[in-house]
């Protein structure tokens, strides 16, 4: 089957979950519901196994911290994943979790909660934050800068955002963050009319 065309999601509570399997069927994906965990639960081979199993591309994997300042559970096996040579990372949705002891990671691109393209990073709540350009501050994002990924779109909490990113709306925001990597990846967007 070749590499597996995965895009990277840096949150994974049961909000996260729903929001992430909702886009997956918006977009035409798969989500690896199972990489959900607050913090992620599987180790990195567990999910690429999982990710070697799914019945197409592209692959959505969640990864969480659960607020730990130092390299938890989630970004190791985010780094197990990147590193992994049956595994292509197309981009990676950067989650903003209101961490800013972390050092954070820069962004290709931010969409605030109504999903507009901003020039600024975004807090959990999808507002900007005035600043450095385009900062994303979370508690599994700075593993993030060691890998030079295509394309790298930063957003708030997933789901939430104030209702703006409801999974029971169709989850605007990650669905657009989402759109944007395949877009960048040359994949073809699937209307999601299609999957309603």
């Given at each position: 089957?070749?590499?597996?065309?995965?895009?990277?999601i840096?949150?994974?509570?049961?909000?996260?979950?729903?929001?992430?399997?909702?886009?997956a069927?918006?977009?035409?994906?798969?989500?690896?519901?199972?990489?959900?965990?607050?913090?992620t639960?599987?180790?990195?081979?567990?999910?690429?196994?999982?990710?070697?199993?799914?019945?197409?591309?592209p692959?959505?994997?969640?990864?969480?911290?659960?607020?730990s300042?130092?390299?938890g559970?989630?970004?190791?096996?985010?780094?197990?994943?990147?590193?992994?040579?049956?595994v292509?990372?197309?981009?990676?949705?950067?989650?903003?979790?209101?961490?800013?002891?972390?050092?954070?990671?820069?962004?290709?691109?931010?969409?605030?909660?109504?999903?507009?393209?901003v020039?600024?990073g975004?807090?959990?709540?999808?507002?900007?934050v005035?600043?450095?350009?385009?900062?994303?501050?979370?508690?599994?994002v700075?593993?993030?800068?060691?890998?030079?990924?295509?394309?790298?779109?930063?957003?708030?909490?997933?789901?939430?955002?104030?209702?703006?990113?409801?999974?029971?709306?169709?989850?605007?925001?990650?669905?657009?963050?989402?759109?944007?990597?395949?877009?960048?990846?040359?994949?073809?967007?699937?209307?999601?009319?299609?999957?309603?």
């Amino acid at each position: 089957m070749g590499k597996r065309k995965v895009i990277l999601i840096t949150d994974g509570d049961r909000i996260a979950r729903e929001t992430v399997e909702e886009v997956a069927r918006r977009v035409g994906g798969r989500c690896i519901s199972a990489s959900a965990g607050n913090p992620t639960l599987l180790t990195g081979p567990d999910l690429v196994r999982l990710i070697q199993e799914a019945a197409h591309d592209p692959v959505l994997v969640m990864f969480d911290d659960c607020g730990s300042q130092g390299k938890g559970p989630g970004e190791t096996a985010l780094e197990h994943v990147v590193n992994h040579p049956g595994v292509e990372v197309l981009g990676v949705v950067a989650v903003a979790s209101n961490c800013y002891a972390a050092a954070g990671v820069q962004v290709d691109v931010a969409l605030d909660q109504k999903g507009h393209c901003v020039e600024h990073g975004v807090d959990k709540d999808g507002s900007v934050v005035n600043g450095a350009p385009l900062r994303i501050y979370g508690d599994t994002v700075d593993v993030l800068n060691q890998y030079q990924f295509p394309l790298v779109v930063g957003i708030g909490d997933v789901g939430k955002m104030e209702n703006y990113d409801d999974p029971l709306w169709g989850a605007p925001i990650t669905t657009k963050a989402v759109q944007l990597i395949l877009k960048q990846a040359g994949f073809s967007p699937v209307s999601s009319e299609k999957n309603s």
